[in-house]
Every structure is written in structure tokens, then in C-alpha cells.
């Protein structure tokens, strides 16, 4: 049976269930098509045509295209036919980058829950000139606390040119990112002309599955007479919500009134957590009042079922009172009530670091602080099959699918991040070569954001050379945790699920 969830971030909401397919997929075998493929195809289309926030959109190419008996690759035909407005992104138009289905979800699954099998480096990628074939370098942002990188020693700065005694190339520069194995990498560093040369030394990183602490730094500076607060974040999951109130806290009893929240690297996570660090930052009469504090957009299908026993079934307002992972916190006692936040965005800051700006906005003075944001303006549930079929076909029980099913406002229904991005009040660049840690005040992007809270005294110039035209530098994006912002279903309805 094909059961619509609830998708609203109220957890105390059950939803009515609207009409939908109520039998397991049928289909018919072909020799050239495998009923896995079947099945997954027929899985894809019933998500896409009751869940998809442009379904109505998009629904000849569902039927067309998602068809059991012809289509031969599901995974690629819904990033096919995923909603394009016009011209799309580049037109500064709507267009679905983020909806995808999964062979197997459970890697995606646990990586916006910050569990990864990884080395624990965050990495920017340089790319030399003249160079054939190509030949890279990385550059590293930033390591996670207790992983293999911080164990051996790397930090931020470091430079990193082979990967198991080979140029980093085309051939191997995904591999070598993403850390997912154990590795030997090689490290070069900067000479006065500005090149990059090998030292011969090597780094063996053990590849282990841990979970990765998205709370990198945070701390407290005297900025002409008053407090501002640090807190370099980097991912919205749900483990982090308990840190996040004890450093809130601490916040609280520095006295701090302004913060500097460092979003640069951060690809978004659970809305949960996001609405909980936003009921912590926000004025506390509001949270008091409980103000509201975003509004999300369903399609017609969703807004049908869930509007008959709820009017505010997409609202969400600020509160004190939180549950997540089953534990019920309160925020009360960790509420700032700031009067300013100034945010440190990149183009990698996307989805939920977006959306705590675009809900603030209107009650807080917010400065942005950087380059462009990403644009990720919409909302999505991870769905496996379990949770869509009463009886699952056992050959799609890994396959699942991350799936947009609504757009986000503020209270005034406007979204600064729609459709690409936050644009900065202020222009400064990410330089992890600039040879200061994420916390220092010398920190280029860090600098720029404490120089607008009023702090004039600059203490020391850069360590590190300025980049020279031999190289780009950009940042890669982590497959898995880049461009999230997913709704869990409500408790009840999981039970609801659990019980069949």
C-alpha cells in the first residue's frame, strides 16, 4: 500500500492518509529488464506522482518516461526528468538539482546522520596549468576531530599532490577525495615563487566509519566593548542537537549578543535541528510568543490531506520545546536572543544553513559575509521502499529515494536563497591557504566578519603566500551531505509504519 507520510516538521501532527495506489507494483517481466529494475522503476514513478513538489509539472514525463515495461535505468531517468523552469538555474529560474533515487540508500542515509567511512578531511581542489594530462592538488579546509587526518597530524593549509604514489588526475581525484579507503597521500608545500613542490613525505590514512562532529570550533572574542560568539558548524544532524545547546549556553553566559555563525562548508541536514538553532538565536520573546518562523509549500495532493485536520500543518513557529532522536530538550535556558548574526556563507553553504538565514531574517539584523550561496530552496524525505509499501518487494528493500516535496518562505513568504542563492553584504573569500586555523582571528573569512562586528585592529598579515595565477583553488562538495534539507516523518507515524 502506498501511504503518504507526513511531511510537516510538527511531530505532535497525525496525518489523515490521502487516496492513493493501495496495492504492492505489478509488473511484467521482459528479457531484457530485470523485475528489480521493474520494481524500482514503478517505486520511483508512484513516489514522483505523490510525493514530488511539481508533480502536476512534470507528469507526462512520469508516465512517460518511468514506465516498468520499457525503462531500462530508473537512477538516471528521474535526474532526467527532474522539474527545469525555462532555462533553469542559469536563468535564475526554479529547477530541481537534488531529487534522487538510490540502489542503495543506506550510505546517503547515514551520511546526513554524520556517519561516514572516511579519513576525516574536508579538502578544496587546486588545479595546476599546463599540465598533461591534468594534474590537481588538494588543499585541506579543515579535519575532523579524532579521525585518521588529525590523528596524523594534518591540519588546515596543508597541501597534498599524490595519492598512493600517483599524480592526483582524472583517473583517481574522486577516489582520493573522498578518503573512503585507506591511502598513502604525499605533501608538497608553497615555495616563496609560489609553486607547489612535493616534500617526499607520505601520510597513510586508515579509511574508518565514524561519525563526524559537525561543531568544528566555537569561542568568544571582545569586539569594541561587547561579546561575539564563533561557531564554525558543518552539517544540521540530529546528534549535534545537544551540543548545540550547551554551547548556546555557553554563549548565554559569556554574555555574548552577537554571533558570527560560520556556514562556509555547511550542505545543510535535518530541519529539526536546524529549527532548534534558530529557536536559540532568535529574540526570546519571540520564541516566547511563538512566532512564526518558516512555511513550507506542498503539492496538491499533500496540501489536500493534511489541510483537512490541520491549518497550520505547514508552519512552523519558534518554540522551546524539541524532540529529537526521542529525546525531549528544551531550549529555554540556552536562548541568546541575539541582536545580530553575521553569517559566513560560500557557494557550498546550501539548503538548511540557507534556510536558518531565510527564517531569521526577519527578526534578527542579519549581515552575510562572503561569496554567493548555493540556492537550495526546497525541502525533501528520504524514502525507502518499506516506507511507501505495505509489503516491499524484497529485490528494491535498499533501494530509496531523496525526494523534493516542498519549497520553503519566511514568515513573509519570501526566500533569500530562491533561486540561487544568498548574495553577501560583504565580499570576502574562503583562503585556506592563508595559514591561520578556523578560529583564529587572522582567518581571512573570519577577519572580514569580525571586522564588521567593529574590530579595527589588525594583528598580523597572512603566513602564507598569496595565491599566485598558476593555480585555481575551489572547494568539492561531499556526495552524501551537499545539499540537504530533509523532513523526518512524525513519530506517530513511524509507530504507525513499525506496527504493520
Not at 514525463?61 to 525503462?71: F, K, N
Not at 579543515?142 to 593549509?157: C, Q, T, W
Given at each position: 500500500m502506498l501511504v503518504v507520510a507526513a511531511a510537516c516538521s510538527k511531530e505532535s501532527y497525525e496525518p489523515s492518509t490521502p487516496t492513493t495506489p493501495t496495492t504492492t507494483p505489478t509488473t511484467t517481466t521482459t528479457p531484457t529488464i530485470s523485475s528489480e529494475i521493474q520494481y524500482a522503476t514503478q517505486f520511483a514513478k508512484d513516489v514522483l506522482e505523490n510525493y514530488y513538489l511539481w508533480n502536476k509539472e512534470i507528469a507526462s514525463?512520469?508516465?512517460?518516461?518511468?514506465?516498468?515495461?520499457?525503462?531500462?535505468?530508473?537512477?538516471a531517468t528521474v535526474e532526467k526528468i527532474r522539474y527545469k523552469q525555462g532555462g533553469g538555474y542559469n536563468s535564475k529560474q526554479d529547477e530541481d538539482r537534488w531529487t534522487q533515487l538510490f540502489e542503495d540508500v543506506t550510505p546517503f542515509q547515514e551520511s546526513v546522520q554524520g556517519v561516514e567511512t572516511t579519513n576525516g578531511m574536508s579538502l578544496s581542489l587546486g588545479t595546476f596549468n599546463n599540465t598533461t594530462p591534468q594534474a590537481y592538488f588538494f588543499i585541506v579546509n579543515?579535519?575532523?576531530?579524532?579521525?585518521?587526518?588529525?590523528?596524523?597530524?594534518?591540519?588546515?593549509?596543508d597541501y597534498i599532490t599524490t595519492y598512493n604514489g600517483e599524480d592526483i588526475t582524472q583517473a583517481n581525484i574522486n577516489t582520493a577525495y573522498y578518503g573512503e579507503t585507506t591511502a598513502k597521500y604525499g605533501l608538497a608545500v608553497k615555495t616563496a615563487e609560489g609553486y607547489i613542490q612535493d616534500t617526499g613525505e607520505e601520510v597513510t590514512l586508515e579509511a574508518v566509519k565514524m561519525y563526524l562532529d559537525p561543531i568544528v570550533c566555537s569561542k568568544v572574542f571582545d569586539v569594541a566593548g561587547k561579546k561575539v560568539g564563533y561557531l564554525m558548524y558543518d552539517s544540521f544532524d540530529l546528534d549535534s542537537a545537544e551540543k548545540l545547546i550547551n554551547v548556546c549556553k555557553d554563549f548565554k553566559k559569556e554574555g555574548v549578543t552577537e554571533l558570527i555563525l560560520d556556514l562556509r562548508y555547511n550542505g545543510g541536514g535535518y530541519v529539526m535541528t536546524e529549527n532548534l538553532l534558530a529557536s536559540m538565536l532568535a529574540p526570546a520573546d519571540k520564541v516566547e510568543q511563538k512566532a512564526l518562523y518558516q512555511q513550507e509549500i506542498y503539492n496538491s495532493i499533500l496540501t489536500q490531506a493534511w489541510s483537512k485536520d490541520d491549518k497550520d500543518f505547514n508552519k512552523t513557529f519558534f518554540t522551546f520545546d524539541h524532540e529529537i532522536n526521542k529525546k525531549k530538550l528544551s531550549t529555554k535556558d540556552a536562548n541568546i536572543g541575539l541582536n545580530k548574526i553575521y553569517a559566513i556563507v560560500t557557494n557550498n553553504t546550501a539548503s538548511a544553513s540557507e534556510a536558518i538565514l531565510v527564517g531569521l531574517n526577519p527578526y534578527i539584523d542579519l549581515v552575510t559575509i562572503g561569496q554567493r550561496s548555493y540556492g537550495k530552496y526546497c525541502t525533501g524525505f528520504i524514502l525507502g521502499a518499506d516506507d511507501v509499501y505495505e509489503k516491499a518487494p524484497t529485490v528494491i528493500s535498499k533501494w530509496g529515494i531523496y525526494v523534493m516535496i516542498t519549497t520553503y518562505a519566511d514568515c513573509d513568504n519570501k526566500n533569500l536563497a530562491r533561486p540561487v542563492g544568498i548574495d553577501p553584504d560583504v565580499e570576502a573569500k574562503d583562503s585556506p591557504m592563508d595559514g591561520y586555523p578556523l578560529g583564529d582571528e587572522n582567518e581571512t573569512m573570519l577577519k572580514a566578519a569580525l571586522k564588521k562586528a567593529g574590530k579595527n585592529t589588525v594583528v598580523a598579515t597572512t603566513r602564507a603566500l598569496d595565491n599566485t595565477p598558476q593555480m585555481e583553488l575551489k572547494m568539492l562538495r561531499n556526495k552524501y551531505k551537499f545539499g540537504k534539507r530533509i523532513l523526518q516523518m512524525p513519530t506517530k507515524f513511524k509507530q504507525e509504519l513499525e506496527e504493520r
Open positions: 514525463s512520469i508516465s512517460s518516461s518511468l514506465d516498468p515495461e520499457t525503462c531500462t535505468d530508473p537512477v579543515f579535519v575532523y576531530a579524532d579521525s585518521p587526518a588529525a590523528k596524523a597530524g594534518l591540519k588546515r593549509g
